[in-house]
T-cell receptor, first 115, second 113 residues
Framework: EAQVTQNPRYLITVTGKKLTVTCSQNMNHEYMSWYRQDPGLGLRQIYYSMNVEVTDKGDVPEGYKVSRKEKRNFPLILESPSPNQTSLYFC??????????????FGEGSRLTVL | EDQVTQSPEALRLQEGESSSLNCSYTVSGLRGLFWYRQDPGKGPEFLFTLYSAGEEKEKERLKATLTKKESFLHITAPKPEDSATYLCAVQARVSGGYNKLIFGAGTRLAVHP
């Protein structure tokens, strides 16, 4: 089954404790992206990757890191989480480049709480 | 500034009561407009892409239309299973050749029997 898999789905952590949210897709997509979703603000892009070893900042990259060493994986790293990073996180991928990267396949989401 | 606004924030319908959701946008260089459906506890699911004013797309009870300043998602004779949050996203060309996707905050639709 074609899918984008995120782990963990739920996590409660404390300020400053490094964590990684993994994302894997089995559709051989070149484009991958991370979003956070907060009430009233919609989905906001954190980072995106056009291909292996090619990553760039989205609208809200502060406090996050990413890497793209393999085509299928795109982990999101929070080096020192803070309470304002409490949010619902989505990983997404697209089979297309250019203008069609708006047709995204999303993962199920990872709900993160930072105390 | 590029912006996407969806209205209403929430909509309650009776089963069979047709209505429309609105997505208005201000972007420079529209590349495409996308509609998604999001069920509680799930990731958004892609529905439609519209590229130019006058274009329409249909899927079951849903029809999406596009003008130069807004898009409508028309829901005809909705059923309870159409209850979800509907998200609109606009893709705009930015520097470096990248196409930025901007999401609206969504419309929460509840359809009651």
């Amino acid at each position: 089954e074609a899918q984008v898999t995120q782990n963990p789905r739920y996590l409660i952590t404390v300020t400053g404790k490094k964590l990684t949210v993994t994302c894997s897709q089995n559709m051989n997509h070149e484009y991958m992206s991370w979003y956070r979703q907060d009430p009233g603000l919609g989905l906001r892009q954190i980072y995106y990757s056009m291909n292996v070893e090619v990553t760039d900042k989205g609208d809200v990259p502060e406090g996050y890191k990413v890497s793209r060493k393999e085509k299928r994986n795109f982990p999101l790293i929070l080096e020192s989480p803070s309470p304002n990073q409490t949010s619902l996180y989505f990983c997404a991928s697209s089979p297309r480049q250019g203008r069609n990267t708006g047709e995204l396949f999303f993962g199920e989401g990872s709900r993160l709480t930072v105390l | 500034e590029d912006q996407v606004t969806q209205s209403p924030e929430a909509l309650r319908l009776q089963e069979g009561e047709s209505s429309s959701l609105n997505c208005s946008y201000t972007v420079s260089g529209l590349r495409g407009l996308f509609w998604y459906r999001q069920d509680p506890g799930k990731g958004p699911e892609f529905l439609f892409t519209l590229y130019s004013a006058g274009e329409e797309k249909e899927k079951e009870r849903l029809k999406a239309t596009l003008t130069k300043k807004e898009s409508f998602l028309h829901i005809t004779a909705p059923k309870p299973e159409d209850s979800a949050t509907y998200l609109c996203a606009v893709q705009a060309r930015v520097s470096g050749g990248y196409n930025k996707l901007i999401f609206g905050a969504g419309t929460r639709l509840a359809v009651h029997p």
